[in-house]
Every structure is written in C-alpha cells, then in structure tokens.
C-alpha cells in the first residue's frame, strides 16, 4: 500500500479508509509505503499487527547510494532524463513513461539521481524551455533560477521512483501522482499488479493548489505538466484503478484509463461507531467537522454563516477537526475573517474531537463546504448519525447524498447560508431528511461492504499475477530451447 501525506502520519478521510482497510484483513500484510517529508514524521495511528512501513522521504538529504556512474550508464541515465524533460515541453505521455521506466531500472542498480541536478541539466532545460512555441508566443524568458528551480523540485519527486521496487502480491497506490511512482517501479521490475484508487481527484487538487504556490508561469507550467503525464501514465499502466465515486470516472478516461478496468467502490462506516445521534441542540447549530485545509474552503462557510446569523441571531456554528503542519496560516486567517464578519463570538474552533460522532450530534445540521472532494466521510458519517446535512456538489457527494439531503454549488456563500437556514427553520423536513439519510447510508455505504470488495480485488489480482509471471517464465523457457535448437 503507498500513501502520500495520509496514512499512517496524518488523520483524515484517506487515512480513515487506509485504517479499515488494514484492520479489516487482519490475515493480509501490509507493508505501507508512506510519502512523507523527512521520513521522521511521528506516527498518528496505532497500527495494527499486520502492518510495517516504509518511509519514503521526499525532501531529506540526497539518495544515500554513492559512487561514480560509468559512461555507458551516465549516458542513458542522461539520455532517460533528456527524453523525460523533452516530454514534459511536449506533453508527451508515451516518451514520459519510456523515461520513467529507463530510470527506474537503472536505479535499481546505479545512483542515477546524479544526472538529475547540475549546470548541464539546467541548460539542457533552458534550451528546450525557449524552444518552445507557447512560451515564445507569450515572451516568456524562463530564468536559470527558474530552470534551477523546476529541477530540483523534480528531482525530489522521482525519489519514490529511484529506490529499490518494493515486492509484494499487489502494489495499491491509494492515490494518484507520487504515490503511483512506487506502484510503477513494482509493476516494471517485478511484474507486480497495479492497483490505484482515487478518492479526490488528485489532479484537479494539484491544478487547485497551485493557484496559492509563488511559483511564476514558467515554473508552474513545468511542474503541472510533470503532474498530469504521471497520473496519465498511472491510469494507463494500472491493472485496475477503483475510484470512490463515479464522478472520477471522466477524468481518468480523460486521461487514458480504460473504461474496463475502473470499479467504483464506495467508502464506506462502521454503523456501530454512528449511532443515531437523538436530541438536537437547545440553540439552531450548524457542525462542520475535518481537517483544517484550504481545499475544505472554511471561508465560504464562515461567509454563509454570516448571512445565516443576520436572520438566526441565536444561531452557533461548531467547527471540529485538527490543523495539519503547514496550514496553521490558513487556520489564522479563518479565525481573522470570523472577526472581520462579526460572527467570531459565535463560531467555535474546536479541534478534534475524541469521538467524531460527537461532533454530529452537536449540530442540528451538518455542513461541507469543500472545493474538491471524492467520497467525503463527512457526509456519510453524518448521514449514518441521521443528521441532515448542507453539502456543495463536488466529486461524489452528490452520488452519496442523492435525495437525502441539501446540494449547493460550492464557493457560494448565499446558497449555502439558504439551505442552511431552510433547514433550521422546517423541523419536519430536517428530521425526515436525517432518517432518510440513516437508512440510505446503512444500506450502502457500509465498512463490511468496502473491506469484502477490495479482499476479493486483491485476491483476483494476486492470482492473475501469478499467472501472467507463469506465462512469462513458459515463453523465456520457450524461447530459450528455439535459440539452443
């Protein structure tokens, strides 16, 4: 299994599934390959017996493999990483996955990081940068520092691609872009099967993210362009890719899966943890429950509030969840902007709470206000608790919430703040919506259903592996007695 940035460092939807996933086999190893950043990250869950990690760091000190690269190696491994940055300028997937695969496997052997950084790989990249009709088109003059820049954020993202492949039965990359890198290496060096499950689109994250990177164009133009061929080489080597939803499905077709080999399967809860939340609070209360992040877009909830507190005055919104390292600034500038709206002393940062299920029945309603989600565990959560809930229409949500409760558009402070106040205001329509909610939820979205699917997935894949390395020895056997004959 390969993670980035979740599971087991971090809490989150992702890693709440990566949990049920491991405890729910407890007959299965898993050896996690977690990228993280130094590879020192505490661990935030208790792992199970069955489960050993890997770290993957991704911005520690260089690869520790010394020596000196022989010229035939440092010649292809030089020619790997020409053909690499020229695919990159063409957006050209075919020649970036020949690169990639060059590299990995003179990795497994030679330190051919080195080839990666230097004076003769920036001017390589500043010749073709200004050969380029599109940056010459808008005259663009990418920089050495520029160039610098590109190719040493590059060279920490190939890091997962340039260790040893890891062996097992299956590599499951739980997400898309450097995860998959892992998951690469091991289908190409040992025949393993690929499996890849998405549950937001990590593509349209990155193109979110990078609006809020210091990053100039050139710079910005290079690195998504890395981005989007890795996660279309992932979808076009992965032997079956399992979205969360079916919204994914268009992206990865986009990007060259095919159709065949995507099964949605549906995140799913532990209804035991859930129970039915009961009596509401004395004052009208809105929840939002999750981690502490830009992509969550608090923002625009706090900006509904506002609308919703100048027609409720009684009304308090909860917000439950943990700020991961590196968003405090975000954080801060939600509590600045509940002072600015004149709402601060009725919203409460809570943090989060030892039981999440708390943080529903805290609420007469629950809200999630994200600009980009898969299969959000909020929304089902709070569905299988029998809370009504508000949800902007990204990803699955929709798929999950269907007749059951509120959509609006997300980043739309007056729609959500009127679905909001709707509900608050019509206890029958809440209450019916919450029961419904419960009973759709229980008969769907279940954590036995989502553990049983992916056991007989891993065991299908295992098998046909094992067949196609049969099929694999037969022909060398094959081909050897024709060449001997």
Same mark, same amino acid.
Request: charged share 20%; aromatic share 8%; glycine share 10%.
């Given at each position: 299994?390969?993670?980035?940035?979740?599971?087991?460092?971090?809490?989150?939807g992702?890693?709440?599934?990566?949990?049920q996933?491991?405890?729910?086999?407890?007959?299965?190893?898993?050896?996690?390959?977690?990228?993280?950043?130094?590879?020192?990250?505490?661990?935030?869950?208790?792992?199970?017996?069955?489960?050993?990690?890997?770290?993957?760091?991704?911005?520690?000190l260089?690869d520790?493999?010394?020596?000196?690269l022989?010229?035939?190696?440092?010649?292809?491994?030089?020619?790997?990483?020409?053909?690499?940055?020229?695919?990159l300028?063409?957006?050209?997937?075919?020649?970036?996955?020949?690169a990639?695969?060059?590299? &990995?496997?003179?990795a497994?052997?030679?330190?051919?990081?080195?080839?990666?950084?230097?004076?003769?790989?920036?001017d390589?990249?500043?010749r073709?940068w200004?050969?380029?009709?599109?940056?010459?088109?808008l005259?663009?003059?990418?920089?050495?520092?520029?160039?610098?820049?590109?190719?040493?954020?590059?060279?920490?993202?190939?890091r997962?691609?340039l260790?040893?492949?890891?062996v097992?039965?299956?590599?499951?990359?739980?997400?898309?872009?450097?995860?998959?890198? !892992?998951?690469?290496?091991?289908?190409?060096?040992?025949?393993?099967?690929?499996?890849?499950?998405e549950?937001?689109?990590?593509?349209?994250?990155r193109?979110l993210?990078?609006?809020?990177?210091?990053?100039?164009?050139?710079?910005?133009?290079l690195?998504l362009?890395?981005l989007?061929?890795?996660?279309?080489?992932a979808y076009?080597?992965?032997?079956?890719?399992?979205?969360?939803?079916?919204?994914?499905h268009?992206?990865?077709?986009?990007f060259?899966?095919?159709?065949?080999?995507?099964?949605?399967v549906?995140?799913?809860?532990?209804?035991?943890?859930?129970?039915?939340?009961?009596?509401?609070?004395?004052?009208?209360?809105?929840?939002?429950?999750?981690?502490?992040?830009?992509?969550?877009?608090?923002?625009?909830l706090?900006?509904?509030f506002?609308?919703?507190?100048?027609?409720?005055?009684?009304?308090?919104?909860?917000?439950?969840?943990?700020?991961?390292?590196?968003n405090?600034?975000?954080?801060?500038?939600c509590?600045a902007?509940?002072?600015?709206?004149?709402?601060?002393?009725?919203?409460?940062?809570?943090?989060?709470?030892?039981?999440?299920?708390?943080a529903?029945a805290?609420?007469?309603? !629950?809200v999630?206000?994200?600009?980009?989600?898969?299969f959000?565990?909020?929304?089902?959560?709070?569905?299988?608790?029998?809370?009504?809930?508000?949800?902007?229409?990204?990803?699955?949500?929709?798929?999950?919430?269907?007749d059951?409760?509120?959509? !609006?558009?997300?980043?739309?402070?007056?729609?959500?703040?009127?679905? &909001?106040?709707?509900?608050?205001r019509?206890?029958?329509?809440?209450?019916?919506?919450?029961?419904?909610?419960?009973?759709?939820?229980?008969?769907?979205?279940?954590?036995?259903?989502?553990?049983?699917?992916?056991?007989?997935?891993?065991?299908?894949?295992?098998?046909?592996?094992d067949?196609?390395?049969t099929?694999?020895?037969?022909?060398t056997?094959e081909?050897?007695?024709?060449r001997?004959?």
């Amino acid at each position: 299994m390969v993670t980035e940035g979740t599971y087991p460092q971090a809490f989150g939807g992702v890693s709440v599934w990566c949990d049920q996933i491991v405890r729910g086999m407890p007959d299965h190893h898993f050896n996690v390959h977690a990228l993280t950043v130094t590879g020192t990250e505490p661990a935030a869950w208790t792992l199970p017996d069955n489960v050993t990690v890997t770290h993957v760091p991704l911005w520690t000190l260089a690869d520790g493999r010394r020596g000196r690269l022989g010229r035939t190696v440092r010649h292809r491994a030089t020619e790997a990483y020409r053909m690499l940055l020229g695919a990159l300028l063409a957006d050209d997937v075919d020649e970036f996955g020949t690169a990639l695969w060059e590299l &990995c496997a003179l990795a497994q052997t030679y330190p051919v990081h080195q080839v990666l950084r230097g004076d003769e790989a920036v001017d390589r990249l500043l010749r073709g940068w200004r050969g380029t009709p599109a940056l010459a088109g808008l005259g663009v003059a990418p920089s050495v520092l520029d160039a610098s820049m590109c190719l040493d954020i590059i060279e920490h993202w190939l890091r997962p691609l340039l260790r040893p492949a890891p062996v097992g039965d299956v590599s499951h990359a739980v997400t898309n872009g450097l995860a998959a890198l !892992v998951a690469l290496g091991a289908k190409w060096i040992h025949g393993t099967p690929m499996l890849l499950t998405e549950h937001g689109v990590y593509l349209r994250e990155r193109y979110l993210g990078f609006r809020e990177t210091p990053y100039g164009w050139p710079v910005k133009a290079l690195l998504l362009s890395f981005l989007r061929l890795l996660c279309a080489t992932a979808y076009r080597s992965a032997d079956l890719i399992t979205p969360g939803n079916r919204y994914n499905h268009r992206w990865e077709r986009r990007f060259g899966a095919d159709p065949a080999r995507i099964e949605t399967v549906y995140n799913g809860v532990d209804p035991a943890d859930f129970p039915p939340a009961g009596r509401e609070p004395a004052v009208p209360t809105i929840t939002w429950a999750g981690r502490i992040d830009p992509i969550k877009d608090l923002e625009t909830l706090l900006r509904a509030f506002a609308l919703v507190r100048a027609e409720l005055p009684a009304a308090r919104l909860r917000v439950f969840g943990g700020t991961p390292k590196g968003n405090e600034a975000y954080h801060d500038r939600c509590r600045a902007l509940a002072g600015d709206l004149g709402i601060a002393g009725a919203v409460g940062f809570e943090g989060r709470v030892e039981r999440i299920g708390d943080a529903y029945a805290a609420g007469h309603v !629950v809200v999630l206000s994200s600009i980009s989600e898969g299969f959000p565990y909020t929304v089902i959560e709070a569905m299988t608790s029998g809370r009504a809930t508000v949800s902007t229409d990204v990803g699955g949500v929709r798929e999950a919430v269907a007749d059951v409760g509120l959509v !609006v558009p997300p980043r739309d402070p007056p729609a959500m703040a009127q679905a &909001c106040l709707r509900l608050l205001r019509d206890d029958l329509l809440r209450h019916r919506l919450g029961t419904a909610a419960r009973k759709r939820a229980l008969e769907l979205f279940t954590v036995d259903r989502a553990v049983d699917a992916f056991e007989t997935i891993y065991t299908d894949l295992a098998v046909w592996g094992d067949h196609q390395a049969t099929v694999e020895d037969q022909a060398t056997v094959e081909l050897t007695e024709l060449r001997s004959a």
